[in-house]
């Protein structure tokens, strides 16, 4: 018997089912792979996604039964959270690929970010798999134990919210911050395990781990339950926070975040050994010099990157980057803001294009960012609006991707609106600096 049921998830894009079974082996060969999802209900197995060294054997009694067989040669990576596929890019560009075959298995909730990733990733030469659906749904054990020992590097991204001020830094109460917590579960249970069997661990856990979140994921209570249980498990654990990639390479935007490494004890050597660091954690105290972000913009702009009427008597709020200023290069003081999932949308989500410096001046109660400013006390709001609007312009979508260390032949489906592509970009990570970081785990 086959039960078809409706998949909890919170991205509304179309309906997704999950497969349970009771009796599956009669109905395997009907079903695709890309329709094997897996998950747990009571004591019944779900059928997994269908990996490429995960085989279903003989079902008994409406149990499967699994053969795991580690295929030698072959690089597992796990995305979770896996956006538009930001970690894959880094993981591409720190060249950490020390193995022939490499196997991708990337589980997001939200469709338009799916699409995307395959657009870019599912016909290049990797085996790649790209599930959709909560966290939540998925039997997550099976998928990093991918391999006998492991697979070889997890990469997160959890939701934000929860940790941030806009989010009401709502923690673990947070129905968002519910994914993380399954998977702190899964590391919880196998560090109970390894201390119940005198120090022998069955669950195979990943080799390597690397998490991203916002500045305050430090302080939240996921991360101290995190932290415990990698220890348990006999991780070496470095963390970083605020590292942003104007200050970290000279990239001339802001994004402070919080990144976790973790690898195993039995694999790897500390991250603490003396003379260890790279040249980049060395000079963080150190005065980076800037690029000139005109060499991130579009040569011709398109006309759709006007700011809306209705948003330009917010003008006093706008952050702003002068491109015209002679004084832009190797300038600290001109860096572009954080650009949020909101860009587009509010004033407060990022940066805006200065076109014509005449109607900006620094500002020193804003780290010396530029800011508009109206010299003429006779001129009226509304007037001063008017040549605002003539004055100003979105970052394009092309030009956050270079910013945020995306190269110009990734695509959007052409079904994704500029506000769409706005929002996945705000939600992923900076390329630039998760790829320094993955080279530092994998040294």
């Not at 053969?67 to 959270?81: A, P, S």
């Not at 022998?200 to 995190?226: D, M, Q, S, W, Y």
């Not at 006309?303 to 015209?324: A, H």
Request: glycine share 6%; aromatic share 8%; charged share 30%.
């Amino acid at each position: 018997m086959l039960l078809l049921e409706r998949a909890s998830a919170s991205s509304k894009c179309y309906p997704r089912f999950l497969l349970t079974t009771q009796n599956v082996q009669e109905k395997r060969s009907v079903l695709s792979r890309d329709t094997l999802i897996c998950r747990r209900r009571g004591n019944d197995r779900a059928l997994l996604p269908r990996c490429a060294n995960v085989n279903l054997g003989e079902t008994k009694n409406g149990d499967e039964t699994v053969r795991e067989e580690e295929q030698r040669g072959v690089f597992e990576v796990v995305e979770l959270f896996s956006g538009i596929g930001g970690m894959r890019l880094a993981l591409e560009r720190a060249n950490v690929f020390n193995k022939s075959e490499v196997h991708f298995t990337a589980i997001d909730n939200n469709c338009n970010a799916n699409a995307v990733y395959k657009a870019n990733f599912m016909n290049l030469s990797s085996e790649t798999r790209v599930l959709e659906g909560n966290i939540e749904s998925f039997d997550v054990e099976r998928l990093l134990a991918s391999s006998v020992d492991g697979c070889e590097i997890l990469t997160l991204s959890p939701p934000c919210q929860p940790y941030t001020r806009k989010g009401k830094n709502r923690g673990e109460k947070d129905a968002r911050s519910t994914a993380l917590a399954r998977i702190i579960d899964i590391f919880e249970d196998a560090g109970e395990e390894k201390e119940e069997s005198v120090g022998t661990r069955t669950t195979a856990l990943p080799k390597r781990i690397l998490l991203e979140n916002v500045v305050g994921f430090e302080l939240g209570t996921e991360r101290e339950r995190f932290i415990e249980a990698l220890k348990k498990n006999e991780y070496h654990v470095k963390e970083f926070v605020g590292l942003s990639p104007e200050t970290m390479l000279g990239v001339p935007v802001k994004r402070p975040r919080y990144y976790l490494l973790a690898r195993r004890k039995e694999l790897f050597r500390s991250f603490d050994i003396d003379g260890d660091d790279p040249p980049w954690m060395k000079s963080q105290n150190v005065t980076t010099a800037v690029e000139d972000i005109a060499q991130y913009l579009d040569k011709e702009v398109d006309v759709g990157l006007d700011v809306e009427e209705k948003k330009i008597k917010y003008w006093k709020f706008f952050d702003v980057v002068n491109v015209s200023s002679s004084s832009s290069k190797n300038n600290t003081d001109n860096v572009a803001s954080t650009f949020t999932s909101g860009y587009g949308k509010t004033v407060f989500s990022g940066s805006f294009i200065l076109k014509n410096g005449d109607i900006a001046k620094r500002d020193v109660n804003a780290n010396n960012a530029y800011r508009l400013v109206k010299d003429d006390d006779n001129e009226s709001d509304e007037d001063f609006a008017k040549r605002v609007s003539k004055s100003v312009r979105y970052f394009s979508p092309t030009e956050l991707c270079r910013l945020h260390g995306i190269k110009d032949d990734f695509v959007f489906p052409p079904s994704l609106s500029m506000r769409q592509q706005y929002k996945l970009i705000g939600n992923g990570i900076s390329v630039h600096v998760v790829a320094k970081l993955l080279e530092y785990l994998f040294k």
